[in-house]
């Protein structure tokens, strides 16, 4: 009798079951990797749908001509909220990051505590807003009236205006705006 020799399973079950073990965890990782990406669309798609419904709220509260303006806390990142009147509003701790805010009347606003980084507050009203511990930075304030707005312990690190167009009352803020800073790139 002759010796058999050993199957081909048998000659490489090291290295195939190395390779099975291989892919499966590259699987495992591509699967990981691909929820972690979805996860995170769905929570960007999340903050988008959460920020309009309350920028639809502001917009409804103005027109209904309420007395009181409760909006503190409120998510409003990149909202779209140019020319409303605000004056007295209460936006203190609001999420306005990105927000545009042309021409809003936030005279007398609480907005204390607001996230307001990169917002475009040009040509705004904040007199005697309170912008207490407020994030300004990177904030556009082209034309913005501060005029006896509360500016204790505001971050305004790499805030900008128009060179022709600087802000009204904004003395507080002198040592942290830049000229120029607020102007379109397109605009040349």
């Not at 972690?36 to 920020?51: I, L």
């Not at 505590?113 to 990169?118: F, I, Q, R, V, Y």
């Not at 002198?174 to 379109?184: C, F, V």
């Amino acid at each position: 009798m002759t010796p058999t020799s050993p199957g081909f399973f048998t000659r490489h079950r090291d290295e195939l079951i190395l390779q099975a073990i291989g892919s499966l965890v590259l699987g495992m990782f591509v699967s990981l990797a691909l929820y972690v990406v979805d996860q995170m669309r769905e929570d960007e798609r999340n903050a988008r749908d959460e920020s309009l419904g309350n920028s639809l709220f502001v917009r409804q509260a103005v027109m209904s001509d309420r007395e009181v303006l409760p909006f503190s806390a409120l998510y409003l990142a990149e909202a779209q909220l140019s020319g409303l009147d605000l004056s007295g509003a209460d936006l203190s701790d609001a999420v306005l990051a990105g927000a545009e805010l042309k021409g809003t009347d936030l005279s007398g606003a609480d907005l204390s505590e607001a996230d307001l980084s990169g917002a475009d507050l040009s040509g705004a009203d904040l007199t005697g807003a309170s912008l207490a511990e407020a994030d300004l930075s990177r904030a556009d304030l082209s034309g913005a009236d501060l005029t006896g707005a509360d500016l204790t312990e505001v971050d305004a690190a790499g805030a900008g205006y128009d060179e022709d167009d600087p802000p009204i009352g904004a003395e507080a803020l002198a040592d942290h705006l830049e000229a120029g800073a607020g102007e379109d790139p397109d605009d040349d």
